[in-house]
């Protein structure tokens, strides 16, 4: 579908021919700043900012309160009555359904009470409600806003979802970027492929929509996920959509976070605070933070590590588990198990510094007790079938009913069955009728294989591309309380939920991603939950009110500047217009990793507001000779971000993957900011005509006054000597040296430069002579020329040349 943008405007013009916003009013609901109108209709007649009077109600749109599907088909109320705060909406087939609303001081809250028939509804549908907002639009906390007034919707339980029912696997669209000025550009991407997703909030040519919906889920269905055409959705006893409930509400611009907050409160939802303050507006949601793989014997290490760069929070990021489901600790760092888990939290929190770990959700590892020597029921499956033959116990050929289920090899890494206790491994099914499933492997897993009668079930396990198994919705639960437990008994306050798309193993969706965190959330003591940050991979509608933040971009792709950089600082914008701190993702140090590199990523980290995750293994710490500074260098950025010292004009400044900046130190509380312009080149070894010049000739950019240029060059693929840099076809240097491959020659100003190896360890200084760069404001021109010894293919001399702006005075408030 090319348009998937229209989809939802499409969708509700085929619920009715015509418009159900004229009408009687039945209702008249008033809070602090907000008023709506229901009519006689059962539909939504107008958004009215109180105070200034202006309705945003988008006129001759649907906006019907609830509608229900029937058979796949959308029903609009035929006609509404309101008595003592019911609203009685009649629809055709005799569905008869009952509304609670309630006006609180902030918001109004709608709950479905009753509904005849109730069983033949697939599901209840909440709006799309229609706004002519359309600056800013919140698509996951359901929140649009314009110059002066924001409306907003809230799911007030786990099974009132945020949306549309785009799809029957409750898979929200995904949705390339799009920008807070122009927000009706989008257009499809493929599922998954980015963060974000139309769900409670979405952008229309006319402005905006809210919506949510509860799905009727007491029968199994047929859906498409994890790659397969084909998938069993278990029916789920949740009440079914009797109690469906939402909040609406509408207030200032600026006041829009506040009232959500209140609306938490009020409602009974999560509500997790850092420090006495909400997660959502604490600085230290949006806080740096130390990841390494420290065990019981080296936790001192990691505390003085994460001490040392200035920040509060240490992440365990290595073997912390033997088996992904018990998750018991991996004896080989925690030889103690929990008991010496909690001492090193202990001992961390002692010196202020908080431990948490990485979780990856409901992956089961083959390993695990969930799966050998007798593997649990409630494994998800793909689906089942029977067999249709006895089978003895060394049988390899496997007769099947139907093979649906099984030939689906797009997400089938593990090509596992399970008939009765015994998991069985099979390499292909036959291409044809009698259906078999061939080259059995049996007993796999350390099960035991068994004798199978005709008629007996074989089901197929559903997998991830981890090598994993996956869970049914009642053994997702069992896994999200051991995981509280664990936070219980050792007092860990950080938590990552990792892969939570594979909790969509249930069957249900989005909602199934949002249960594995909402019910390890209520299975956590208090005292716990007063000082947790919860990183989340993924987000949802209900899921916002439980995780502190997001923290996607990962370090494994190349150095900090490629590792997805764009992708990094477009999330922030996401995160900005749904009211999440601002992450950057992981980093990775390596011993190679510099000076310029860091001052990068801390630039853009105040630039975007936004922490990071400085993943750093001891080995490279150790390895990389600018550890020191590079630690303090975090340290000092950090605390003047945390404590807001930068302007919005300095952020604004900050932005851009080719910006970077400089901080020095002036005393305790003074630094000075500055803008350093770095141009890079490559001079290559070339192939001329005799007496044709093989220097190669660049022009860079003096950013400050006149100024001595800095430089960093290094030798790549080959050992480099008689370097000559003449500077705008006049002053000619000479370095006299030999760079070996990798190594580095850094100048930063004074009379000397140094050369370092490729772990920026000193080798040796070299004389300099400032006066011999100095370089006026603007354009200027370098050749650079060298000789190569030994070459590679391709040798180069990487040349960077750096020079800086005015300082700006940065001062902290104590």
Request: hydrophobic share 35%; proline share 4%.
């Amino acid at each position: 579908m090319k348009n998937l943008f229209a989809v939802l405007t499409l969708l509700t013009l085929a619920f009715n021919s015509c418009s159900t916003n004229s009408g009687t009013s039945i209702i008249d609901l008033k809070s602090e700043s907000f008023e709506i109108s229901i009519n006689d209709k059962g539909a939504i007649s107008s958004f009215i900012d109180a105070k200034a009077g202006k309705d945003y109600i988008l006129k001759d749109t649907l906006a019907p309160l609830l509608s229900v599907r029937i058979n796949n088909q959308y029903i609009n109320p035929s006609s509404a009555t309101a008595k003592d705060n019911v609203i009685t909406l009649d629809f055709e087939n005799d569905v008869v359904a009952n509304v609670q609303v309630e006006e609180k001081g902030t918001h109004f809250t709608f709950e479905l009470v009753s509904l005849t028939n109730a069983d033949s509804v697939d599901l209840v549908l909440w709006g799309p409600y229609p706004t002519t907002i359309s600056e800013i639009i919140g698509e996951t906390v359901g929140v649009v806003r314009g110059e002066e007034f924001a409306i907003g919707i809230q799911s007030l339980n786990i099974k009132t979802l945020g949306g549309y029912p785009w799809n029957e696997s409750d898979r929200m669209p995904a949705f390339d970027i799009f920008t807070e000025e122009d927000t009706t550009s989008m257009h499809p991407a493929s599922d998954g492929s980015v963060l974000y997703r139309i769900e409670a909030a979405k952008p229309t040519k006319g402005g905006s929509t809210i919506q949510a919906y509860t799905r009727n889920r007491n029968k199994d269905r047929i859906v498409s996920d994890f790659n397969h055409e084909m998938l069993v959705a278990p029916a789920y006893d949740d009440g079914g959509v009797i109690g469906s409930k939402i909040a609406l509400f509408g207030c200032p611009v600026d006041q829009s976070l506040e009232t959500l907050g209140k609306i938490e409160i009020a409602e009974n939802l999560p509500h997790p605070m850092i420090d006495g303050q909400w997660g959502k507006t604490a600085p230290e949601a949006a806080a740096a933070y130390i990841i390494t793989n420290f065990t019981e014997t080296d936790i001192d290490k990691a505390i003085a590590l994460t001490k040392k760069a200035g920040l509060k929070y240490l992440y365990h990021y290595g073997k912390t588990f033997e088996n992904w489901g018990h998750f018991e600790l991996y004896k080989g760092e925690f030889p103690n198990g929990r008991a010496g888990l909690k001492a090193c939290v202990e001992k961390a929190e002692a010196q202020g510094v908080m431990v948490g770990t990485h979780f990856l959700s409901n992956f089961i590892t083959p390993n695990d007790p969930y799966v050998t020597p007798v593997p649990d029921k409630r494994l998800a499956k793909v689906g089942s079938s029977v067999i249709t033959d006895a089978i003895n116990k060394t049988a390899t050929e496997i007769p099947i009913k139907s093979p649906e289920f099984f030939n689906q090899m797009k997400n089938n890494t593990m090509k596992t069955v399970m008939i009765g206790s015994e998991l069985i491994r099979y390499g292909k099914v036959s291409d044809a009728a009698p259906w078999k499933l061939l080259d059995c492997q049996r007993a796999a897993f350390n099960t035991t294989a068994a004798e199978y009668t005709s008629g007996e079930t074989i089901s197929k396990l559903l997998d991830h591309g981890y090598k994993v198994f996956l869970t049914d919705a009642e053994l997702t639960k069992e896994l999200s309380k051991t995981m509280a437990s664990l936070y219980n008994e050792t007092g860990l306050r950080q938590i990552s939920f990792d892969g939570l798309e594979g909790n969509r193993s249930t069957g249900l969706g989005t909602y199934g991603e949002t249960l594995m965190p909402y019910v390890w959330y209520n299975n956590l003591k208090d005292d716990i939950k007063k000082h947790m940050i919860i990183d989340a991979s993924r987000t949802t509608h209900f899921f916002w009110h439980i995780y502190s933040r997001m923290n996607w971009g990962e370090p494994w792709y190349g150095g900090f500047r490629e590792s997805q950089a764009e992708y990094r600082f477009k999330n922030q914008a996401y995160f900005k217009r749904n009211f999440m701190p601002g992450m950057l993702g992981w980093f990775k140090m390596t011993p190679e990793t510099s000076i310029e590199d860091i001052q990068w990523l801390l630039a853009h980290s105040a630039a975007y507001d936004a922490g990071y995750a400085f993943v750093a293994d001891f080995a490279s710490v150790d390895a990389n000779g600018n550890s020191d500074k590079i630690l303090e260098m975090i340290g000092d950025w950090e605390k003047l971000r945390i404590g807001g010292a930068f302007s919005e004009e300095q952020k604004e400044n900050m932005k851009g993957t080719d910006k970077e900046f400089s901080l020095e130190k002036v005393n305790d509380n003074e630094w000075n900011l500055r803008h350093v312009n770095a141009d890079i080149f490559k001079h290559e070894k070339k192939v001329k005509q005799p007496g044709e010049p093989l220097y190669s000739s660049f022009e860079f950019e003096n950013v400050g006054k006149e100024q001595s240029f800095g430089f960093i060059l290094t030798a790549q693929d080959a050992d480099v000597s008689n370097i000559t840099l003449e500077i705008n076809n006049y002053k000619k240097v000479k370095l006299p040296l030999v760079l070996k491959k990798g190594q580095i020659i850094k100048y930063t100003g004074g009379n000397t430069a140094t050369i370092y190896n490729a772990q920026w360890k000193q080798i040796k200084t070299i004389e300099i002579n400032p006066a011999d760069l100095v370089v006026d404001t603007g354009k200027n021109a370098i050749d650079v020329d060298c000789t190569f010894e030994k070459p590679s293919d391709k040798p180069n001399l990487r040349v960077e040349i750096r020079t800086s702006g005015e300082g700006e005075r940065i001062v902290l408030d104590k």
